[in-house]
């Protein structure tokens, strides 16, 4: 079974939340601030929070070949997100890295451009708030990629590593929430679930 995610996470500080709700991604944009809608009933090892005030989360933000921007209603591809004229260039070294990572990985063309970046880091700038993107794919419990950039502003790549088939810990997912301040003792997420209720938290209600 194949899954995969395209996404934007942010604390949902009133800053973050009014962008959101004025640019065009606000239909795509959700609200995640209820602890226990973020857990599960497996057990304690997998319960986490979303942060003292909530994440806010735009989904289907990527590539045109992504799984989720790629496919879902009013995604936007990162091919039309740039930065204002004059930016300054993005991490040199990051972007090697990530092309490194995306090669070993035999998925070329989903190394995020810089430009993309650039935007990134500027909407981190913009909102004086640490920023990550996440984007992800498997196929029949294969991991296809799976990384994530943070900007704090500082830009920073965390890519998953695996033994065989296992991911070594800490995931991409694990190391970039924590630059959000959010811990996740294990690989467990409870938004990437097929079961969450999106819609109810969607921010264009």
Known sequence: MAWGVDEIYLAATERAVAWAAGSPFAHISYLVKDPVASCDARGDEHRHSVGEQGLLVLRGVGSPQGFQSGRMPGAVHWDGLRPDAGAA???????????????????????????????????????????????????????DYDYALTYSP???????????????????????????SITLPTSYFALHERSFNWASRALLQ
């Open 154 to 180: 500082t830009e920073r790549l965390h890519a998953t590593r695996f033994d065989g088939l296992r991911p070594c810990s800490p995931t991409a997912l694990q190391s970039g929430l924590a630059c959000l």
């Open 89 to 143: 260039p993005v991490d040199a070294a990051v972007g090697a890295q990530l092309q490194a990572y995306i090669t070993q990985m035999d998925m070329r063309g989903l190394d995020a451009p810089d430009a993309f970046r650039a935007w990134l880091r500027e909407v981190s700038l913009r909102l004086q708030q640490p920023l990550m993107f996440y984007t992800a794919s498997t196929f029949g419990g294969t991991c």
